[in-house]
């Protein structure tokens, strides 16, 4: 039930305004709107009816009896308020509202059949590991695992985030489905999802880059911590080694403190660092590629899919700059 009224917002403006500036029509609805569902058994059988062009044909199929599909077809149109079948004739012929039905009711049918597949059978249930480098979990794993939980909710995924090289030596030994790694180049077999700036860091505000010797803050197998040194040492920057450590959290505590700076990739930062604007004063650093490692779906269609999620998170990234 809809109903109308008027409330007027200020009696007390002069004659002078219009009618319409005075007063608000509200419209409201009293007693709400309920949704209503589409009986699927009946809808199924409607149609298996059109496409097998017979209710005896599809009581077959549905192994059900002509009287049971009959009952079900009249209820959808009851449902409906609508004819869809046209009973006028020999055969079976819809209505124009049978042919629309007919149209969303196949693709909804097969929605159906593949949550339902997903959510109980056992192709869709197992255990996978996915590696990824420290300094590309954030931003986008998190959504991955999840995006991946959500559409796999049987498929249990172990997270092990460590350096590239242990990455990728557990990947060929079998000990990881799917991996990430940052490089230089792509490897033969590999997948670049995305081409990154190497940019230093240190603490929003931070003064520790202006230090000589430079204090760096790198874990003891970072790929990145002799590419940066190396680059020092080519412009004549003295530096010493800030942190020795293997955990990020000691790094980003560090930064943070504007005890030391630290370099990653850019739109990778958690958010307790920033990106140094040193303006030159310390070298430029090399690009790197992100890779992704995934068996074809041939050999593991979990892993693959878990795969697919990483892509659809990296090709909606931007400004993240993609290769080619």
Known sequence: MIATGINFLDMSLPDRYPFWKRMIVTLSI????????????????????AETGGVTRAAGQLNLTQSAVSMQLKRLEESLGQALLDRSGRGVQLTGQGELLLSYGRRLLSMNDELWARMTSTAYEGELTFGVPHDVVYPHIPSVLRAFAQAYPRVKVNLNSSFTRGLRAQYEAGEADVILTTEPDTAPGAECLVELDLIWFGAPGGQAWRERPLRLAFSRNCIFRSICQRALDEADIPWEPGVETDSDLTIDASLSADLAIHARLEGTSAGLVEEIDHKGALPALPRFRVNLFAPPASKNPLAQALADEVRRAYAAA???RRVG
Do not use: E, Q
Not at 30 to 49: C, E, H, I, Q, W
């Open 30 to 49: 009293k007693d709400g709107y309920m949704p209503r569902n589409l009986d699927l058994t009946a809808l199924r059988s409607f149609v298996t009816v």
């Open 318 to 320: 931007l400004p993240l």
